[in-house]
């Protein structure tokens, strides 16, 4: 199982970004991919969700607390998932991560880094 995030970077507060999730070695359209954030240095099992996607229809659950700033969406015939973030704010920074759980393990990509600054 291996995931690759990208298309993080330095952004101005109000701007947008998206990040882009990778996925290979399992069978991706199947699978509920996760997005977490967490404090660059510290584990990104402890960090926090931000949203779900799901397999079957592509629906998504994002916390309510980012519901009216960030979406996500899949593309299965890329086996990519991406995180839309948009009027990003100060405290948004933080590594962005991607995860699966399969095997009765959770995987997790090395993260992309995103730092909302003037």
């Known amino acids: 199982v291996r995931l690759v995030e990208s298309g993080g970077g330095l952004v101005q507060p109000g701007g947008s970004l998206t990040l882009s999730c990778e996925g290979s070695?399992?069978?991706?359209?199947?699978?509920?991919i996760s997005w977490y954030r967490q404090a660059p240095g510290k584990a990104p099992e402890l960090g926090d969700l931000v949203v779900d996607i799901y397999n079957s229809d592509g629906s998504v659950n994002v916390v309510e607390s980012l519901k009216d700033r960030f979406t996500a969406s899949r593309d299965n015939a890329k086996n990519t998932v991406y995180l839309q973030m948009t009027r990003l704010k100060i405290e948004d920074t933080a590594v962005y991560y991607c995860?699966?759980?399969?095997?009765?393990?959770?995987?997790w990509g090395q993260g992309t880094q995103v730092i909302v600054s003037t």
């Open positions: 070695g399992f069978d991706f359209s199947t699978s509920v």
């Open positions: 995860t699966v759980f399969k095997g009765g393990n959770f995987h």
